[in-house]
Nanobody, 114 residues
Framework: QVQLVESGGALVQPGGSLLLSCAAS????????IAWYRQFPGKEREFVAH????????RYADSVAGRFMISRDNDRSTAYLQMNKKKSEDAAVYYC???????WGQGTPVTVSS
């Protein structure tokens, strides 16, 4: 079955960097758009970035443009979110998503604190 598994969430200091991974299985990863979302406590999930297949159009939310970078390795069926210059307002649970399949991972928490 379709499965997305995020990893890499951790505590990071303001200004620091973190790499999140999303390992996919159960579908032809290289032919699907993959997205990252995040959710703050008590809020709806919000869009962070997406990357079209196979290494196509990339879009970022304004709040992360210039600081975060989405990428994908189709041979490994894995997507990544490189987060740089972390701010306290980036603390959230980050989710991987395959929009066309309406598939979500379980989320990985990111905390930003000094």
């Amino acid at each position: 079955q379709v499965q997305l598994v995020e990893s890499g969430g951790a505590l990071v200091q303001p200004g620091g960097s973190l790499l999140l991974s999303c390992a996919a299985s159960g579908f032809a990863f290289g032919t699907y758009t993959i997205a990252w979302y995040r959710q703050f406590p008590g809020k709806e999930r919000e869009f962070v970035a997406h990357i079209a297949p196979p290494y196509g159009t990339i879009r970022y939310a304004d709040s992360v443009a210039g600081r975060f970078m989405i990428s994908r390795d189709n041979d490994r069926s894995t997507a990544y979110l490189q987060m740089n210059k972390k701010k306290s307002e980036d603390a959230a649970v980050y989710y991987c998503n395959a929009p066309s399949l309406d598939a979500w991972g379980q989320g990985t928490p990111v905390t930003v604190s000094s």
